[in-house]
């Protein structure tokens, strides 16, 4: 990973209600690592390679922190229907094909393609039960040049019989299995412990899950209060438990120790949020997903202030594109509904704070992850916006929210990840 500067129009978090812009700006790459924005470039940098990328916005990476890479096939599919329906009716059918590793190969080249096109650089995902289908899909990531992590699912009950591990024990042998065969394999692509949500899981299952986190030291993936029926399944499921998040945390399955990402907490209590806070739990906000299945808004900005760890994800196939403009464009939407029609005590997102979440908030869970400050992962994406045509002249921070609102990979006209030039 070689040395290099670039030079463009800088925008970037400083905070959650920052965006930070720097006009005409070098940015340095030492080791994959910013190592420092200077308006003129030092000399002890003239000898390294610069790409000047002239006018174009130059933003950190996106982070999309819950994706599901088995549902790309299907995304805008059964959008008229509620969370539990729709995974009977399209999620469980789909993921079982992946049970064919041609069909796994073609389906997840697919999704790979998408994703690296994108301005995503660093994505958490769910893969399926299936142990070569999911090696493959990490095989695949790892030649595009993104980091990610990627789980392989657990479940072994209340599931079809077609997408259902036959014993927690069959279940946890394959993981533990899956884990040695690629843990230390990738330099870009490493596991996450995966129960698909309380419901799928037996207690000798989550049991055995957390005996695996805590011997390899893995992250834990899953999914929290995002729909009623949801919510109420688990109560009936879990009686002694005092919300869903503690059915979890009785698992050790809850943050502490290992990290922790819970997709969507739309309907999450407050004693359900002091445990994350305390447990440094990751919320994935995922606006598209949560209106498409009609499960709610979730009241981000009170997250926010309340000092959770709060990150953006596109959920596909909940949320019908892997796009992450479109997903910071629709979390402020979704919010501006809410504070409307719901509860004027919680702000709406502004665009400073939801640029925050795509990028600063979601890049934390990698570390120093998502922003141009010093010590920071040289992850980047430039915009060429120019198509985005306009009669007057736009400030660099207008031409930044349109792009918030209006861009696609049409409009990235380079990406690096970890100082690697992608494109």
């Not at 695996?212 to 009936?236: R, T």
């Not at 990235?412 to 100082?419: L, P």
Request: charged letters at 25%.
């Amino acid at each position: 990973m070689g040395n290099s500067v670039i030079r463009g129009n800088l925008c970037y978090s400083h905070d959650r209600d920052t965006v930070i812009i720097r006009p005409n700006t070098y940015l340095v790459c030492e080791d994959g690592v910013c190592a420092g924005i200077f308006d003129t470039l030092p000399e002890r940098y003239a000898a390294l390679p610069l790409t000047d990328f002239g006018d174009r916005l130059v933003l950190p990476g996106l982070i999309d922190l819950h994706v599901h890479a088995p549902q790309f096939a299907f995304r805008g599919l059964g959008m008229d229907m509620e969370l539990l329906d729709w995974l009977n009716t399209y999620t469980f059918p789909e993921e079982s094909k992946y049970a064919q590793l041609d069909y796994a190969d073609r389906a997840y080249s697919q999704f790979v393609s998408h994703l690296r096109r994108s301005a995503t650089t660093r994505a958490v995902c769910f893969a399926t039960i299936h142990t070569p289908a999911t090696e493959l899909l990490m095989e695949k990531m790892e030649d595009s040049g993104l980091i990610s992590y990627i789980g392989k699912v657990n479940m072994d009950r209340n599931s079809p019989d077609y997408l259902r591990e036959d014993s927690a024990e069959a279940s946890l042998e394959a993981t533990e299995q899956w884990i040695c065969a690629t843990n230390s394999r990738f330099a870009r692509t490493k596991p996450i412990l995966t129960p698909r949500f309380i419901p799928s899981c037996s207690d000798a299952l989550l049991n055995g899950l957390r005996a695996l986190a805590e011997k390899y030291h893995l992250p834990v993936q899953s999914h929290l209060s995002e729909n009623f029926g949801e919510i109420e399944w688990v109560k009936e499921l879990c009686p002694d438990a005092k919300f869903y998040g503690d059915a979890y945390n009785r698992f050790g399955l809850f943050g502490g120790d290992q990290p922790c990402i819970m997709a969507h907490c739309v309907h999450s209590s407050d004693e359900e949020l002091e445990l994350m806070k305390k447990n440094g739990v990751f919320i994935a906000h995922s606006p598209l997903s949560n209106t498409n299945l009609a499960s709610g808004v979730a009241p981000v900005s009170k997250y926010l202030e309340y000092g959770l760890n709060v990150a953006l994800a596109s959920d596909v196939a909940g949320g019908d594109t892997e796009n992450m403009f479109q997903v910071m464009a629709g979390a402020i939407r979704a919010s501006k509904l809410r504070w409307r029609m719901l509860d004027q005590k919680v702000k709406p997102l502004t665009v400073d704070q939801a640029f925050y979440l795509a990028t600063l908030g979601g890049g934390s869970f990698f570390g120093k992850v998502g922003s141009f400050e010093d010590g920071y992962a040289f992850d980047a994406v430039v915009l060429d916006d120019s198509a985005l045509d306009h009669p007057q002249e736009l400030t660099l921070r207008a031409r930044l929210e349109r792009c918030i609102y209006l861009a696609d990979e049409r409009h990235i006209a380079a990406k690096f990840v970890a100082g690697r030039r992608l494109f």
